[in-house]
Each structure stands twice: as structure tokens, then as C-alpha cells.
């Protein structure tokens, strides 16, 4: 469902460059996307060599705004993210994962951007040390207005307002997934040169699948509408394919970036200790919402299109039901019944 045949060399800048945000006007957008380019290289370094530098392990006593344990990784991850954009001046302000706060870049290039970045410097981090594919997830805005400080309140946009979204995922290679609003391409890092280069054009997603990610641990915390969909998807059906294949890594990015490529349906939905779901919105769903819709796919909360929440603060979480598009609307049928 995607197209192996590219036929030139290009790297992502140039790509971008020439085909899909030709012209002036995307200039700094460009540059954007190649500063975040630029520490998902440095990440993917560290990765690689973090059982041989000491850098595996959590940071002792240490959690994040969610309360969750800090990896060491997660945290040089954060601050290459963050040096990468403060030093290119195209983004002026952040919204991470690993920060309470809005952080606004105070230099004279940065104040004077027009794109606000949301993201999740390395998901699935509770997997580094086992060598199970991780990610980073982020998610690129347009400030509102004219005005020239940047306020918390210009992040709280709807997913719809995007301009940008994409993620890397740290694997047996390193994959750069993007969408401009012109469809999805995705870019393979070479090791030799460091540099990442066209490797998928116009990914589409299957509209059906026979494989869904969930964990399954969590199934009588689950509504009564999921328990069911889960226990369909297991009963034996020759007409529908069924039973289907059960695959979860963990990893929000490992698992969708397996649903984008072959199809498959990701359920990250609402439990009784967390009802609210703990994806984050601004930084989690949203971006791989935008992924997944310009693929041709869906995400829906169980009620209502992901991109078309308004959000309320800028670490708000929601449950998703993403991924193929027959997948989407069966598992919300379930739901809504």
C-alpha cells in the first residue's frame, strides 16, 4: 500500500523543498522540520550506544509531570529536542511531555516565529532497556495572531489547526513519518552519512486488517462496549478473518507505524483507574491522528474525531481507537451500543 519505487535520492529537506512545501512562503517550516531532524539523528545516537555509555536506567527518584519514572534517556532526549529547536530560532515556544510548563524561547530569531512545537521527546521509553523500538511524536502549530509573546493559551488548538505532524521511530532503522496536510512520506536514516532519505511515498493504510494492539491486561478495567469488541475480535469466524492477531509492543509508535504499513486498529481507551484514558492529546493523539487521516484511516475518542477536540490544558489526555478505517468504525459500533 505503498510505493517502494522512488526512483531519486532525495533527502527529506530536499523532498520537502521540491514537492511537498515548494515555494517561499514554507521556508521556515522547512527549516523546522529540519531542526527536529536534526536531534531525532542525535537521539537515535544515543540510543544505539546507552548500554555502553551508562545511559540506560531511570534517574533515580525521579518522575515527570504525569508521575511517571524518568528514564536517563528520556531526559537527554528532551533537552537535544529542546536545544535543537531553541538554537534554530523557526519555532518560538515547546510543549513536552517531560515539562509541567510551556517553555517560550526568549532570542530575538524565535520570538519573532510563527510555529508553536508539541511533543513527546521518546515514547515508550519504559522499553529502552530491553531493545524494543521506541519513539518521538510531535506535533507543529501555527501561533495565532500577530501578537509577539507567546502564551500557554496559543497551544491549545484543535488537532485540526495543524500544519505539521510526524514521529521517529527508533528501530532496527530509523524512520522519520511526516505529514504536511499532502499526505504521508516517510524517510529512512543512513547511518553511514546520517542523513534521512525518501524511502515511502504517499503511504496509504488498509481500510481492513486482521490485527489490533490493546492491552489486554487491562480488559476488565475496560467499559463493557471495548470487553466485547476485544472478546469479537478473539471468537473464531472464517467469514470475517477472525480470530484476529493480537500485537502490542507498548510503544505507541512501534505499534502504529506496524498499523500504518499493514493495517491494524490501536485501542488506548479509557479504564476504571483511568477515565480519562493517559495518551496525552496535544502531543500523543493529535499528531498521530493527523498521521493516520492523511493515510487514510481514522481516530476517534469512542464519540468523536480526535482532531476535532477542543483541548482545555496542554497535558490533557484522552482514550484513542485509531488505525484502519473498517477497524475504526466497527470497534465504535461496539461502543456505542
Known amino acids: 500500500m ?17 514537492d511537498k512545501l515548494a515555494g517561499d512562503k514554507n521556508r521556515e517550516l522547512i527549516a523546522l522540520l529540519k531542526d527536529l531532524k536534526l536531534a531525532a539523528r542525535q537521539v537515535s545516537k544515543e540510543l544505539n550506544s546507552g548500554a555502553l555509555n551508562g545511559t540506560l536506567g531511570e534517574l533515580t527518584g525521579s518522575k515527570n509531570t504525569h508521575g511517571e519514572k524518568v528514564k536517563k534517556l528520556d531526559l537527554i532526549a528532551n533537552n537535544l529536542f529542546i536545544k535543537s529547536l531553541e538554537n534554530g530560532g523557526n519555532c518560538c515556544g515547546l510543549v513536552s511531555e517531560e515539562n ?8 530575538e530569531t524565535s520570538k519573532k516565529s510563527k510555529y508553536l512545537v508539541l511533543i513527546d521527546p521518546l515514547d515508550g521509553s519504559s522499553n529502552i532497556d530491553v531493545n524494543v523500538p521506541v519513539g ?7 501561533k495565532p495572531g500577530n501578537q509577539r509573546q507567546t502564551l500557554t493559551k496559543d497551544f491549545l488548538q484543535e488537532g485540526t489547526k495543524q500544519v505539521a505532524a510526524g514521529y521517529i521511530i527508533y528501530g532496527s532503522s530509523t524512520i522519520y513519518v511526516l505529514t504536511v496536510g499532502k499526505g504521508v512520506d516517510a524517510f529512512t536514516l543512513d547511518p553511514v552519512v546520517q542523513e534521512f532519505y525518501l524511502s515511502y511515498k504517499n503511504i496509504k493504510i488498509p481500510k481492513k486488517a486482521r490485527m489490533y494492539s ?6 476488565f478495567q475496560f467499559s463493557n462496549g471495548v470487553q466485547k469488541y476485544i472478546t469479537w475480535c478473539e471468537q473464531k469466524d472464517s467469514k470475517t478473518g477472525r480470530p484476529y492477531s493480537l500485537r502490542y509492543v507498548g510503544s505507541m509508535v512501534a505499534d502504529l507505524h506496524r498499523s500504518l504499513l499493514k493495517g491494524g486498529l490501536f485501542i488506548y481507551s479509557q479504564a476504571k483507574g483511568a477515565p480519562q484514558g493517559k495518551l496525552r492529546l496535544m502531543y500523543e493523539c493529535n499528531p498521530m491522528a493527523f498521521i493516520i487521516e492523511q493515510a487514510g484511516g481514522l481516530a476517534t475518542d469512542g464519540k468523536n474525531d480526535i482532531l476535532n477536540i477542543k483541548p482545555k490544558s496542554i497535558h490533557q489526555k484522552s482514550p484513542i481507537y485509531i488505525g484502519s478505517s473498517d477497524m475504526v468504525k466497527n ?5 456505542k451500543k
Open 100 to 107: 509541567d510548563k510551556v517553555i517560550i524561547f526568549n532570542n
Open 136 to 142: 518521538t511524536i510531535f506535533s507543529v502549530l501555527k
Open 331 to 335: 470497534v465504535c459500533k461496539f461502543i
Open 214 to 219: 490493546v492491552n489486554q491486561g487491562n480488559f
Open 2 to 18: 505503498y510505493d517502494l519505487n522512488v526512483k531519486e535520492r532525495l533527502t527529506a529537506y530536499q523532498y520537502l523543498l521540491k
